[in-house]
C-alpha cells in the first residue's frame, strides 16, 4: 500500500561532560526526508573534520536530486532511494579519504555514519561503523542496524554477550569507518514504516551510557515532545559520566496511511 508520511524530527549533540571537543555532527532536513548523524575520530581536530564532511557531503547529495518535495506533504517517493543513499556514503568515504592522504594534519581521520532518509511510506537506512539507528514501535524499542565494531564479531560468534560487549575494552573499536580505505561498502536497508514509529539515531556516546531499557522509558516519557526527548536523552547521558561526546536524532512518524503487512521488514 502507497500513502504519503509526514516526518517530525529533532536533534541535539552534545561534548559530553569529559571531553573539550565534539566530533560528533548531525543534520535534520524534515524537508528532505533526511537525517544524518556522523562520529569523526582522529586527532588535531581532523574527527570533527571528517564528521563534518560527511554530514555535509551526504547532505548536498540529497539536495542535489532532480526531484523536489511535492508543497502538500513532505518528504515525496522516490524510486532509488538505497542507490541514493549508497551514492552518498560512498561519495563522502572518497571525499575524506583523499583529503586525509592530502594534508599529513588529516592523516588517520576518519568517520561513522548513519543517514535515514523517509520517503512514501517506507524508511532507508545506511550506515558505516557502530553510530546507530533503533525503532520504537509498540512501545518496544529495537535496534536496527548492527554495529561494525568489534564487539559486535564477538557478540554475533557467541563469544560475549550483550551485557559484555558494553563492559569491553575494546567496545570502541571499528571495524569499518568512513576515509579510511579508498573504497567503503556500507550496508542499507528499506522497510516500511507505520504511523506512530519513532526512529533514533544516536553516536555511542549514548548507547554506550545508557541502556535500551533506559532509553526506551526517556522515549516513552516524552513520546509526544520530540526536542524534550531528545534533551532527555542527552542529560541522561550525561548524568551518567558523559564519558564521550552525544548526539541524538529523532523521527516520528505521522502518516495518513493505516497499517499495512511490511515489505522487507527488520
Known sequence: MTGLIHVIMAGLTDPGRVRSENEDRIATHP?????????G???HQAGEVASGMAVDIVTRHFESREWQP???FQPTQTADE???????????NTAIYEAAQARPDYRG????????????????????????LYRFRSDTLEQITRDHSVVQELVTRGIFTADEARQ??????????????AGIEPDVTETTVQNGDIYLLCSDGLNDVLTDIQIGDSLRRHNNDLDQAVRDLVDGANTHGGPDNISVILVRID???PRSNELDEI
Open 31 to 39: 524537508e528532505l526526508g533526511l537525517a544524518v548523524l556522523a562520529d
Open 41 to 43: 575520530m582522529g586527532g
Open 70 to 72: 511535492a508543497p502538500e
Open 82 to 92: 538505497p542507490e541514493t543513499v549508497m551514492e552518498a556514503i560512498r561519495k563522502a
Open 109 to 132: 581521520m576518519g568517520s561513522t555514519i548513519v543517514v535515514a532518509t523517509f520517503y512514501d511510506n517506507r524508511m532507508c537506512v545506511g550506515h558505516v561503523g557502530d553510530s546507530r
Open 168 to 181: 569491553s575494552l575494546a567496545k570502541n573499536l571499528v571495524t569499518r569507518a568512513l576515509g579510511v580505505d
Open 255 to 257: 502518516s495518513d496511511t
